[in-house]
């Protein structure tokens, strides 16, 4: 069975300005790909595509925007990442539709995120100017992770705009 995940992808504006910002070499980081910038909002590990395919597909989300920044942040022992604010509500929905399905969901709160890189022993030291990338999410990606490392989407999941209350 294939790996999967549910993400949010950035807009291209906002993957080739962070493409532009410096990446020092530095022995044992790695540098995510840029084509791989992505946002994380339910890791499925090994399950069922069709399984996953109807559960979200029969599912409604609503929008969001999202925040990126704004500086680089250190997640747990090993992550560089921008932090991702906007995207908990979405992400809580989509956790509790695809609770059955794949691996159980983390049993921590969810961290909003886009990893830039990994690291072994130290981190990165990055001279980036302070971020601040607002883009509306309008799709989710139900995205494979392929053995040999690339991302490959499976299917896109259309939002929908909330409702809002008449003045």
């Given at each position: 069975?294939?790996?999967?995940?549910?993400?949010?992808?950035?807009?291209?504006?906002?993957?080739?300005?962070?493409?532009?910002?410096?990446r020092?070499?530095?022995?044992?980081?790695?540098?995510?790909?840029?084509?791989?910038?992505?946002?994380?909002?339910?890791?499925?590990?090994?399950?069922?595509?069709?399984?996953?395919?109807?559960?979200?597909?029969?599912?409604?989300?609503?929008?969001?925007s999202?925040?990126?920044?704004?500086?680089?942040?250190?997640?747990?022992?090993?992550?560089?990442?921008?932090?991702?604010?906007?995207?908990?509500?979405?992400?809580?929905?989509?956790?509790?539709c695809?609770?059955?399905?794949?691996?159980?969901?983390?049993?921590?709160?969810?961290?909003?995120?886009?990893?830039?890189?990994?690291?072994?022993?130290?981190?990165?030291?990055?001279?980036?100017?302070?971020?601040?990338?607002?883009?509306?999410?309008?799709?989710?990606?139900?995205?494979?992770?392929?053995?040999?490392?690339?991302?490959?989407?499976?299917?896109?999941?259309?939002?929908?705009?909330?409702?809002?209350?008449?003045?």
């Open positions: 069975m294939p790996r999967l995940f549910v993400a949010v992808w950035p807009p291209p504006s906002v993957v080739y300005e962070l493409a532009g910002l410096p020092p070499s530095e022995p044992g980081v790695s540098w995510t790909k840029p084509h791989r910038l992505h946002i994380t909002l339910r890791f499925l590990g090994e399950c069922d595509t069709g399984e996953a395919l109807s559960t979200l597909s029969a599912q409604s989300f609503g929008g969001t999202v925040t990126l920044g704004p500086a680089p942040e250190r997640l747990g022992r090993g992550v560089l990442m921008l932090p991702a604010v906007g995207a908990d509500d979405l992400a809580e929905s989509v956790i509790d695809t609770r059955y399905i794949g691996d159980p969901p983390p049993d921590h709160p969810f961290v909003g995120h886009l990893t830039v890189a990994r690291f072994r022993k130290r981190q990165p030291t990055v001279d980036w100017p302070r971020l601040g990338e607002t883009f509306e999410v309008t799709e989710i990606s139900l995205v494979e992770s392929a053995p040999w490392g690339e991302y490959l989407d499976v299917a896109k999941f259309p939002l929908h705009e909330h409702s809002r209350p008449d003045p």
